[in-house]
Nanobody, 127 residues
Framework: QVQLVESGGGSVQAGGSLRLSCAAS????????MGWFRQAPGKEREFVAS????????DYADSVKGRFTISRNNAQDTVYLQMNSLKPEDTAVYYC????????????????????WGQGTQVTVSS
């Protein structure tokens, strides 16, 4: 079972940047496709970005495309979400998630396909 811990959240003004990290322990991340999701107060959890185990394939929600970049360093068992040009509507708790995969470069948008989740990190963007 892989354990995930997010970090890097905080408060920033609109137009600013943050870099979220998701560190894994217990299992090597190289066996997992990874995703970032977010949940704003009163709203359902939504997909943000995903990356295949090798990093070859990525996918983004339309709302963040061109502003956010997902990447990973399997040697350090860490996944990142670089967030630029942040908007107040990006305010949410951000979660990373892991899905076991074997030699597949698929990416996944549905939260119920992910088996492991971190505890989340708060991102607040003020106008």
């Amino acid at each position: 079972q892989v354990q995930l811990v997010e970090s890097g959240g905080g408060s920033v003004q609109a137009g600013g940047s943050l870099r979220l990290s998701c560190a894994a322990s217990g299992r090597t991340l190289s066996r997992y496709a990874m995703g970032w999701f977010r949940q704003a107060p009163g709203k359902e959890r939504e997909f943000v970005a995903s990356i295949s185990w090798s990093g070859t394939s990525t996918d983004y929600a339309d709302s963040v495309k061109g502003r956010f970049t997902i990447s990973r360093n399997n040697a350090q068992d860490t996944v990142y979400l670089q967030m630029n040009s942040l908007k107040p509507e990006d305010t949410a708790v951000y979660y990373c998630a892991a899905k076991p995969t074997i030699l597949s470069d698929r990416v996944y948008r549905l939260s119920n396909t992910y088996a492991n989740w971190g505890q989340g990190t708060q991102v607040t963007v003020s106008s």
